[in-house]
């Protein structure tokens, strides 16, 4: 008889076999600054009301296939524009696959830049689009000539540009986003999971292409639990979008919990600014360690280089502290020593920076 590692052999593409599975660290009792949550929870008065909204959920039907009321809400609360068509992902990593799904089998690849989210790579690859990714120039931004080049030479079908971008935590030149879209015969999508924590959005300049959409999510202002991405673009491209969306992917609790936590949207954009405060304190903070090269970020993290030490001693010992935050180093290329840390409540950072000085240099 077979054992099960000769029929994955057999049975399992070698291009799923050669990845690596997204991999999220078990936090124990640790300080969690690795995730790019937002660290506050809801006031204890709204809990209640929250609780009490749960009570009403009718659990016992399907949800509403299409989640009318949560779109209306999400329209409003977000200041959407009204003649584009959205579409509501679980998380927006579905969405990213229902793009994928939609595009592939034409033989064109996705294209997206390296390093950037993870989750762009291993999609094309499970549905066998070929992937390719273009380096970021040393300061993270966009490499324009490499970037035309690629799509000259590879025609891409779908480019993600994540804006601003993950692990680095910069917004890419808003003009040579542009130009890629006016440039590339494919999809362009903007990825806009972290623009509550920046200064700029495209969702008002979306509606001006025939091939752009934007993605975005409700995980990273305070609502990580819910799983609720978000695509708006021109009706037409959603349109062939629903045709690849799994039937209820919505379920009932996160429509209800989604709706009542936009009806307090004031509350979140409150919390919003004050990590934006606080990663600016954090930022100058880590300048003023002399070991230390911060990157500016317009994101809910900071990433930055170790100018002496090991990235994968220092990892360690702030675990051992009790603070767990990411290890880039492993990505190596522009990552190698480099370590990103989410912006946590006051009380967080303070460990996390006691604990950083603390480390093997």
């Not at 299409?66 to 609360?77: D, P, V, Y």
């Not at 009542?260 to 600014?273: G, W």
């Not at 954090?282 to 970020?297: A, G, H, N, R, V």
Request: proline residues 6%.
């Amino acid at each position: 008889m077979k054992t099960p590692t000769e029929y994955i052999k057999n049975l399992v593409r070698k291009e799923i076999r050669d990845l690596t599975a997204y991999h999220v660290a078990d936090p124990g009792d640790m300080i969690k600054l690795d995730a790019m949550e937002n660290p506050y929870n809801l006031p204890e008065e709204i809990l209640h009301e929250f609780s009490q909204r749960l009570q009403q959920a009718a659990i016992n039907r399907y949800p509403d296939p299409n989640a009318t009321k949560l779109k209306q809400r999400i329209t409003e609360s977000m200041s959407l524009p009204q003649d584009l068509g959205l579409i509501l992902g679980n998380g927006s990593d579905e969405l990213i696959l229902m793009l994928i799904m939609a595009l592939a089998g034409t033989d064109r690849p996705v294209l997206s830049v390296s390093p950037s989210f993870v989750m762009y790579k291993i999609s094309s690859t499970s549905v066998g689009m070929p992937y390719v990714d273009v380096p970021l120039a040393d300061d993270f931004s966009l490499d324009m000539g490499g970037m035309l080049a690629a799509i000259e030479q590879h025609d891409p079908a779908l480019i993600f540009l994540a804006h601003p971008n993950n692990p680095t935590g910069n917004r890419f030149a808003q003009s040579d986003i542009e130009k890629i879209i006016e440039t590339v015969n494919g999809l362009v999508v903007i990825d806009e999971a972290y623009q509550p924590f920046s200064d700029f959005s495209f969702t008002n300049q979306i509606e001006k292409y025939p091939n752009a959409v934007l993605i975005s999510t409700v995980s990273k202002m305070g609502l990580a639990g819910l799983r609720l991405g978000l695509l708006i673009g021109q009706p037409e491209w959603v349109n062939e979008l629903e045709k690849v969306r799994l039937p209820y992917n919505i379920n009932i609790l996160t429509q209800v919990v989604a709706e009542f936590a936009l009806e307090h949207k004031v509350l979140f954009d409150k919390q919003t600014q004050t990590i934006c405060a606080d990663r600016e304190l954090m930022f100058k903070q880590l300048e003023q360690i002399e070991w230390i090269t911060p990157y500016p970020s317009q994101a809910n993290f900071i990433l930055f280089r170790l100018e002496n030490g090991n990235a994968d001693e220092v990892f360690q010992s702030l675990k051992e502290q009790g603070v767990l935050i990411k290890n880039l180093n492993p990505a190596g290329g522009l990552l190698a020593n480099c370590l990103r840390v989410t912006i946590g409540t006051q009380q967080e950072n303070q460990a996390f920076l006691e604990a950083l000085k603390k480390a093997p240099k």
